[in-house]
């Protein structure tokens, strides 16, 4: 899990070096910085995906464990169906937190004047 916070970390640094281009005026170090920027912004939206994609699948399996615990399932015991709502809460919360951050950088970008 650390990847994609490390992504999303990156992610952001990048949003605030394009803002403070967008305020400084373009030079040949920033159209470098501008190509790196698109090379990574694949793999920003892959990683985005598959963290995504991890939450959906850890929020589906906690509530088939938490089904199957209350149809009396013998393999499924009520710690394994705490923790795993608890992981499933936790992940929402960081995509929550991460949505969030990425709206506001958003707004700080779409504000600024050209």
Same mark, same amino acid.
């Given at each position: $899990?650390? #990847?994609?916070?490390?992504?999303?970390?990156?992610?952001? =640094? =990048? $949003?605030? !070096? #394009?803002? *403070? /281009? !967008?305020?400084?005026?373009?030079?040949?170090?920033? %159209?470098?910085?501008?190509?790196?920027?698109? *090379?990574?912004?694949?793999? @920003?939206?892959? *990683? #985005?995906?598959?963290?995504?994609?991890? +939450?959906?699948?850890? &929020?589906?399996?906690? +509530?088939?464990?938490? /089904?199957? @615990?209350?149809?009396?399932?013998?393999?499924?015991?009520?710690?394994?169906?705490?923790?795993?709502? =608890?992981? *499933?809460? %936790?992940? @929402? &919360? @960081?995509?929550? /937190? %991460?949505?969030?951050?990425?709206?506001?950088?958003?707004?700080? +970008?779409? =504000? $600024?004047?050209?």
């Amino acid at each position: $899990m650390t #990847m994609p916070v490390n992504a999303l970390s990156s992610a952001l =640094q =990048q $949003m605030q !070096a #394009m803002a *403070a /281009q !967008a305020a400084g005026g373009t030079t040949a170090s920033n %159209v470098a910085t501008e190509a790196n920027g698109a *090379a990574t912004a694949g793999s @920003f939206a892959s *990683a #985005m995906k598959a963290s995504l994609d991890k +939450i959906s699948d850890d &929020q589906k399996s906690a +509530i088939g464990e938490s /089904q199957a @615990f209350e149809l009396g399932s013998s393999n499924v015991s009520l710690n394994d169906v705490m923790v795993d709502m =608890q992981k *499933a809460n %936790v992940g @929402f &919360q @960081f995509g929550l /937190q %991460v949505r969030n951050k990425l709206v506001s950088a958003y707004n700080e +970008i779409a =504000q $600024m004047s050209v």
